[in-house]
Structures are given as structure tokens and as C-alpha cells.
């Protein structure tokens, strides 16, 4: 059974930083291609990133484009969002998901396995 954790969430003043972690466990690491999506209170989930099977291509929402960064270490079945200079805005849920298909990454659908989710809390 494929475990997918997310952690490392919390509370932080806008301009700051924090890294999500995603452990997956029950399956092999490397088969899966990974994705960040997070909901808002009040709005429909929403893709923020993406990163295929080996670490060689990323995919962000144009609202994260240079201020989050996706990437994963196989040995460590993990993959980490470094978020930096957060915004209010950026407030939300953050799931992590595990999927086998490669196409469509900005889509839920895609994804086979998901976490329960991890809060961000930015402050103005």
C-alpha cells in the first residue's frame, strides 16, 4: 500500500521561507512522478508544482514561478517545495501526489496517490 506524507508546514511572516517534505513510502520512489498542489480556504485545489520520475524536469504554476523550487531524492523516496518570499496569499492546504502517468501534470486527476495535506500559514 503506497504511503504518501507530507510535513513541514506552519506558520510564517510574508517574505519568508519554508520546505515541504513528501515522503512515499510502499512502492518504488522512482516510478512516480510527484506533485504539489495546495487549496485555499474558500477555493478549489490548485496545482504548484511538479517534477518527473528523475529530477530533470520541473513544472510551476505561473503564480510560484521563481519563488518555489520542487526536487526530489530518489534514495530518500522524498520530494521537498523550498518556498521563498511567501505571500499572504500563498495560505493553503499543501498536498502532495504520486502519479504513474507523465502527461497533464497540472491536473489532479493525473495522480494516483495523495497525502493528507500540511497547512501554510503566511502572516502579512
Known amino acids: 500500500q503506497v504511503q504518501v506524507v507530507e510535513s513541514g508546514g506552519g506558520l510564517v511572516q510574508a517574505g519568508g521561507s519554508l520546505r515541504l517534505s513528501c515522503a512515499v513510502s510502499?512502492?518504488?520512489?522512482?516510478?512516480?512522478?510527484m506533485g504539489w498542489f495546495r487549496r485555499a480556504p474558500g477555493k478549489e485545489r490548485e496545482f504548484v508544482a511538479a517534477?518527473?520520475?528523475?529530477?530533470?524536469?520541473?513544472y510551476y504554476a505561473d503564480s510560484v514561478k521563481g519563488r518555489f523550487t520542487v526536487s526530489r531524492d530518489n534514495a530518500k523516496n522524498t520530494v521537498y517545495l523550498q518556498m521563498n518570499s511567501l505571500k499572504p496569499e500563498d495560505t493553503a492546504v499543501y498536498y502532495c501526489?504520486?502519479?504513474?502517468?507523465?502527461?497533464?501534470?497540472?491536473?489532479?486527476?493525473?495522480?494516483?496517490?495523495w497525502g493528507q495535506g500540511t497547512q501554510v500559514t503566511v502572516s502579512s
Open positions: 501526489a504520486a502519479g504513474w502517468r507523465t502527461t497533464a501534470l497540472f491536473r489532479p486527476g493525473t495522480y494516483d496517490y
Open positions: 517534477i518527473n520520475r528523475s529530477g530533470s524536469s520541473t
Open positions: 510502499g512502492s518504488t520512489f522512482s516510478n512516480y512522478v
